[in-house]
C-alpha cells in the first residue's frame, strides 16, 4: 500500500466512528512486520535476547505461583508431622525463580535502552536520506513540511515501541496459557471470567487511540509555528530585528496562544480518556473481586486447598494484569500502527526520477540554449517564466536584469535542474538536460545565489562546500578565496581556515554581510572545472569599491567559459555581451548595453535613472 492512500486510510479510521475505528483496528498489524524487520536490521542479536528474554518472563511468574502453592501446602503438612525439608527446597526454588524474574527484567530494559538509541538514529538517518532524494518542490510545500514534522517528532520512537508491544503481547499470552491451564483445574467459567473482564476498557482505548491520532494530524501546522516562533526568539539571526522592533512580547504571546489551542484539545481528549477508562475498568474490578470470593467459598467447603486457593487468588491477580496488559498492548499497536503510517507516508513519497546518464554533449561549441521554456511553480495557475528564449555561446556573458520576482533566480534553477520546465526544453552542449547524469550537469556550473547558506562551520568549510569531493582540500580553499577576495581577511581571522563562523559553536565568530559574500563567490570559484558561472545578486552587501575588484576578477575568470549575471547595479550588468530585461517571467527586452541604450526602452530609462542618482 502506498504511503498516500495508507494517510487516507488512517484519515478515515480516525474520523468515521466506532465502527470504522474498529475496522481499522482489524488493519493493527499493517506495519508490524516491516517495524520488526527494521528493529532486526538495526541490531539482530539485541533483537534476539529480547525476544528470548521476553519469552523467559512470560514462563516464570507461573512457575512462581505454583511453586508457592506447594510451599504453602508443605508448610501446612510440616505443622502435621510432615518432612520439613520440603518447605526449605521448596523456599530455595521459589528465590531462584523470583531471583530469575529480577535478572529477566534487568536484560529486558537493557536490551530496551540499547536497542532505543540505535533504532532511533536508523530512523532519523532514513529520514534525512529520503530528504536528500527529494525535489526543491517538496521542500516548498506546506503541506509537505507538516508530513515530514509528523515523521520526525513521533515516528522515530515508534518502531521499538511496536515491536516492544509485540513481544510484551508474547509475554503475556505465554503467561495466560500457563494461567490458563492451572485455572481450568479450579473452573473452566474462571478462565471465561479472566479474558473477559478487560474487553470493554480495551474497546474504549482503542477508540481514544484513534482520536489521538487524528489530533496529532490536526496539529501539524501549529506545532511547526510553534517551532519557528521558537526559532524566531532564540536565535542570533532573528535577535536584532525581535529587540529593536519590539516583537518580542507580541511573538511570545503568540506561542502561548497555540499551546493553549492544543493544550484545550488534549485536555478534553485526556479527561474524556480518563473518565471511561475509570468506568469501565470498575468491570474489571468486580470481576475480580467476584472471583476472590468465588475461590474463598470453594476453599470454605473444602472444595480445594488452603495452598491451591493462594494460588488460584494469586493467578487471578496476574492473571487479570496479564489480560489488561495485552489488550493494552495490542491497543497501543494499534496506535503504534497510526503513528507509523506517517513515517512511511513520507519515507514513501513518491519522487519523479528524470535523470539521464550522459556526462558530456554532442556539440561542446554550442552552449546553452533556453528554447520556448515555460515555469509554474506547483500549484500556482499563473506562470513563473513565460515563452523564454535565449543562446549563450562558451565565452560570452549574459546579465539578467528586472524587479525582484520577476523570473530571474527561477531560470537559474530551472539550469541548475532545481527545477524542470513545464514546457519547452534547456539545452546544454546540444543535448536537453533531461538528458544529463544530474551530478555531470551540476559539475559543470559554479553558481551561488543571493540567499546562500552561512554554514555553522569553519572559514575552510564554508568555502570546501562550493566543491563536495575538494571539501578538505585546503590548497583549494586558498585558492578559491584569492579568486573571491575574501583571501586578505581570512588571514586577519584569529584560526585563519580554521575559525569557526557562526555563534551556535564554542569561539564562534559572527562576518559582515560583505565578507560572508566573499565567502559564497569563493565557494562558486572551488569548481575549477566548471565551464558555467552563475552569480545572483553576488555583490549586494559589497562596497562600490570591493564591487569593482570582484567583477574585475570575474572577468578575467570568466573568459573561457559561460557566464550569468543577475545584478540590479546597471554599473556591473553593463559589461555583458547580452542583457535580458525580465519582467513578470518574459523577457521584453534583448540585446547588448548599446543596443538596449539605443532603444530607449526599459533597460534605458532605469540605467539612465539609476545613474541619476550618482551624480
Known amino acids: 500500500m502506498s504511503g498516500r492512500s495508507t494517510q487516507r486510510g488512517n484519515g478515515a479510521t480516525a474520523e468515521s466512528g466506532p465502527g470504522a475505528t474498529m475496522q481499522g483496528f482489524f488493519g493493527v498489524f499493517r506495519y508490524s512486520r516491516r517495524a520488526l524487520a527494521l528493529v532486526i536490521a538495526t541490531n539482530r542479536p539485541l533483537t534476539v535476547a529480547l525476544a528470548l528474554l521476553t519469552l523467559l518472563a512470560g514462563v516464570l511468574p507461573a512457575g512462581v505461583a505454583w511453586v508457592g502453592s506447594r510451599l504453602v501446602d508443605a508448610v501446612i503438612a510440616a505443622m502435621h508431622g510432615g518432612d520439613a525439608h520440603r518447605v526449605l527446597q521448596l523456599v530455595a526454588l521459589e528465590g531462584t525463580l523470583v531471583a530469575a524474574m529480577a535478572a529477566t ?3 529486558l530494559s537493557l536490551c530496551q535502552s540499547l536497542l532505543r538509541a540505535q533504532l532511533g538514529q536508523r530512523v532519523n538517518v532514513m529520514i534525512l536520506e529520503k530528504a536528500l532524494t527529494l525535489d526543491l518542490a517538496h521542500f516548498e510545500d506546506s503541506e509537505f513540511y507538516d508530513k515530514l514534522t509528523r515523521a520526525r517528532r513521533e515516528a522515530s520512537s515508534r518502531p521499538l515501541s511496536l515491536v516492544i508491544r509485540t513481544f510484551g503481547l508474547a509475554q503475556n499470552a505465554v503467561s495466560l496459557a500457563s494461567y490458563g491451564t492451572l485455572l481450568w483445574r479450579f473452573s473452566p467459567w474462571a478462565v471465561a471470567v479472566l479474558l473477559l473482564a478487560g474487553l470493554p476498557a480495551f474497546i474504549a482505548e482503542a477508540k481514544f487511540s484513534g482520536d489521538a491520532f487524528r489530533l496529532f494530524r490536526w496539529r501539524s501546522p501549529e506545532t511547526r509555528m510553534q517551532l519557528y516562533l521558537e526559532a524566531v526568539l532564540g536565535r542570533e539571526e532573528h535577535a536584532k530585528e525581535v529587540r529593536l522592533y519590539g516583537l518580542g512580547p507580541r511573538l511570545l504571546q503568540r506561542y502561548r496562544d497555540i499551546f493553549t489551542l492544543l493544550y484545550r484539545a488534549d485536555r478534553q481528549l485526556a479527561i474524556r480518556r480518563d473518565l471511561w477508562g475509570f468506568g469501565l475498568g470498575l468491570l474489571g474490578t468486580g470481576a475480580l473481586y467476584g472471583a476472590y470470593a468465588w475461590i474463598a467459598l470453594a476453599t470454605v467447603r473444602l472444595s480445594i486447598t488452603l495452598g491451591q486457593m493462594t494460588m488460584y487468588l494469586s493467578l487471578f491477580r496476574q492473571g487479570q494484569s496479564a489480560v489488561s496488559a495485552s489488550l493494552s498492548a495490542i491497543g497501543g499497536m494499534y496506535e503504534d500502527n497510526l503513528y507509523l503510517s506517517t513515517l512511511y507516508d513520507y519515507l514513501e513519497t513518491p519522487v519523479e526520477r528524470i535523470d539521464g546518464a550522459a556526462v558530456r554533449g554532442p556539440d561542446p561549441g554550442d552552449g546553452i540554449r533556453f528554447e520556448d521554456v515555460w515555469f509554474n511553480y506547483p500549484g500556482s495557475a499563473e506562470p513563473a517564466l513565460a515563452a523564454i528564449s535565449l543562446h549563450l555561446k562558451p565565452g560570452g556573458s549574459l546579465a539578467l536584469v528586472g524587479e525582484n520576482g520577476s523570473g530571474k533566480t527561477t531560470m537559474i534553477k530551472l539550469l541548475t535542474r532545481l527545477y524542470r520546465p ?8 546540444g543535448l536537453d538536460l533531461n538528458d544529463w547524469n544530474v551530478r555531470a550537469l551540476r559539475d559543470r556550473i559554479g553558481v551561488i545565489f543571493q540567499d546562500f547558506a552561512r554554514y555553522q562551520m569553519q572559514v575552510g568549510e ?3 562546500v562550493g566543491d563536495e569531493p575538494f571539501f578538505e582540500d585546503e590548497a583549494r580553499w586558498r585558492d578559491a578565496a584569492t579568486k573571491g577576495q575574501a583571501q586578505e581577511f581570512i ?3 584569529p584560526g585563519g581556515y580554521r575559525t569557526q563562523l557562526g555563534k551556535w559553536f564554542k569561539d ?6 560583505g565578507q560572508w559574500q566573499k ?3 569563493s565557494r562558486a570559484f572551488m569548481r575549477v572545472r566548471a565551464d558555467v558561472l552563475v552569480l545572483d545578486e553576488p555583490t549586494s552587501a559589497m562596497d562600490a569599491q570591493a564591487e569593482a575588484l570582484v567583477f574585475e576578477r570575474f572577468r578575467q575568470l570568466a573568459r573561457d ?3 550569468i549575471l543577475i545584478s540590479h547595479r546597471f554599473s556591473t550588468v553593463r559589461m555583458a555581451d547580452q542583457i ?3 519582467e513578470h517571467g518574459r523577457i521584453i527586452e534583448h540585446g547588448s548595453h548599446q543596443q538596449l541604450m539605443a532603444a530607449a526602452g526599459r533597460y534605458a530609462a532605469l540605467f539612465s535613472l539609476q545613474a541619476k542618482g550618482y551624480r
Open 105 to 107: 527484567q534487568r536484560g
Open 580 to 582: 535580458a530585461v525580465i
Open 491 to 493: 588571514d586577519s581571522l
Open 508 to 513: 564562534g565568530r559572527e562576518l559582515s554581510g
Open 422 to 429: 513545464t514546457r519547452g526544453r534547456i539545452i546544454l552542449d
Open 462 to 464: 564554508n568555502i570546501g
Open 519 to 521: 565567502i559564497a563567490l
Open 561 to 563: 567559459r559561460m557566464a
